[in-house]
Every structure is written in structure tokens, then in C-alpha cells.
């Protein structure tokens, strides 16, 4: 069993910054990718940001510059700096990782989703 579990988001105002932070654990042999997706309300589900295992990154253009993706292997974290933030950013906010697990098998995963509200 594999779980996501995200922290970090809250109430803020336009032009703040939050941190938010996304810890995998359970039946983990190692992880691809991870990365962070946001659903405002009534709007589908958009890719926001993603680190693979290597390092390298990528991000949706409404972002870039303004938000920053992270990870900590040894704690198996991913963390999503977001900097300038605009009340377009606000969204439940999603953390996914592509995992490998103990039995070799790889999958997806999602978390429960944290809300950020950035108010004008």
C-alpha cells in the first residue's frame, strides 16, 4: 500500500506565498516522478508541475517563474514553493507520484488534495 499524503495550503493573499509539501510512504522501492496537479471549481484537473527522479523539471505556463517544484529522495517528499500567487491560482491541489513498489509493479498515485485560496 502505497500513500500520498499533502500539507501546506491555506488561506492567502494575492501577491503571498505558500508552501506545499506532499510525503509518500508504505510499499515503496522507488519513485519515478512527482508532481502536482490543481482542479479550480467547475474546471477539469491541470498538470501544474513535475520533478522526475533526476531532477529535471517542468511546468504549465501559468506558473512558470512564479512557483517552484522540489524533492527531498531520502524523505520520499515532493514540495511545491509557489511565490506571486494570483487568485486564478486558487484550486485544490493534488499530488501524484509515479511509484515503484516492493513487488516491482509501478502505478499511480494521488492524494487527498489541499486546498489554496489566494484572495484578491
Same mark, same amino acid.
Given at each position: 500500500?502505497? +500513500?500520498l499524503?499533502?500539507s501546506?495550503?491555506?488561506l492567502?493573499q494575492?501577491?503571498? &506565498?505558500? +508552501? %506545499?509539501?506532499? =510525503?509518500?510512504? !508504505?510499499?515503496?522501492?522507488?519513485?519515478?516522478?512527482?508532481g502536482? /496537479?490543481?482542479q =479550480? $471549481? #467547475?474546471?477539469?484537473?491541470?498538470?501544474?508541475?513535475?520533478?522526475?527522479?533526476?531532477?529535471a523539471?517542468?511546468y504549465?505556463d501559468?506558473?512558470? #517563474? +512564479?512557483?517552484?517544484? &522540489?524533492r527531498?529522495?531520502?524523505k520520499?517528499?515532493? /514540495? %511545491?514553493?509557489?511565490? &506571486?500567487?494570483? $487568485? *486564478?491560482?486558487?484550486?485544490? /491541489?493534488y499530488? /501524484?507520484?509515479?511509484?515503484?513498489?516492493? &513487488? +516491482? %509493479? *509501478?502505478?499511480?498515485?494521488?492524494g487527498? !488534495?489541499?486546498?489554496?485560496t489566494?484572495?484578491?
Amino acid at each position: 500500500q502505497v +500513500r500520498l499524503v499533502e500539507s501546506g495550503g491555506g488561506l492567502v493573499q494575492a501577491g503571498g &506565498s505558500l +508552501r %506545499l509539501s506532499c =510525503a509518500a510512504s !508504505g510499499n515503496i522501492f522507488s519513485i519515478r516522478t512527482m508532481g502536482w /496537479y490543481r482542479q =479550480a $471549481p #467547475g474546471k477539469q484537473r491541470d498538470f501544474v508541475a513535475q520533478i522526475i527522479s533526476g531532477g529535471a523539471t517542468n511546468y504549465a505556463d501559468s506558473v512558470k #517563474g +512564479r512557483f517552484t517544484i &522540489s524533492r527531498d529522495n531520502a524523505k520520499n517528499t515532493v /514540495y %511545491l514553493q509557489m511565490n &506571486s500567487l494570483e $487568485p *486564478e491560482d486558487t484550486a485544490v /491541489y493534488y499530488c /501524484y507520484g509515479n511509484i515503484i513498489a516492493r &513487488s +516491482r %509493479l *509501478e502505478d499511480s498515485y494521488w492524494g487527498q !488534495g489541499t486546498q489554496v485560496t489566494v484572495s484578491s
